[in-house]
């Protein structure tokens, strides 16, 4: 079971295909539920398995939300994708303090929330991989690639150089 964060448009998407095209049961986030319901229909039409899940990572109780609903309907996970994400397209000094510090909740403690939780899903499956795409949000995900932090049982792998080859056309 694979579980993709920000799957509604661009690299989600693209890992989304990617995912459920190698035959992986797909979990689909992001807040647009409209975008993932296409995603999933134009996978489902492929004959491939995809759900999807309408979640806003903004909010503090959503990961562990998610990460219930997708353990309750799979009984496992053997792949985290945390790729949801954003960044402001105004300098940072032009920056307001909440876009600030929602840009950080979304980056940065929404991913790490959904690495924690879904740590002890993965071991009890026999282990699992976390992906973390970097893109334009290098300096915020930074904080997720720490080897010290890595648990056993689990690998977490940068997908800023993936980034590109996904999000070509198919």
């Known amino acids: ?54 979640a806003d990572l903004t909010r503090s109780d959503a990961p562990d939300e998610l990460l219930a609903r997708v353990e309750n309907r799979h009984g496992r996970l053997d792949v985290l994708v945390n790729n949801a994400g954003f960044g402001a397209q105004v300098r940072y ?16 403690l929404a991913p790490m929330a ?3 939780r879904a740590i ?8 699992g991989v976390q992906l973390s795409s970097s893109g334009n949000f290098a300096y915020n995900k930074a904080a997720l690639q720490r080897p010290d932090l890595v648990p056993p049982g689990t690998r977490t792998v940068n997908m800023s150089l993936l980034g590109q080859a996904l999000a070509a056309p198919d």
């Open 1 to 54: 079971v694979t579980l993709v964060t920000g799957a509604s448009s661009g690299i989600g998407a693209a890992a989304s295909r990617l995912f459920a095209r190698r035959g992986d049961r797909l979990v689909v986030t992001a807040r647009r539920a409209e975008r993932l319901e296409a995603l999933v229909a134009d996978l489902r039409r492929e004959g491939l398995d995809a759900v999807c899940i309408e």
């Open 93 to 108: 000094e032009a920056m307001e303090r909440g876009d600030v510090e929602l840009m950080f909740r979304v980056n940065v």
């Open 114 to 116: 959904l690495a924690r």
């Open 120 to 127: 002890p899903i993965m071991r009890r499956a026999g282990g």
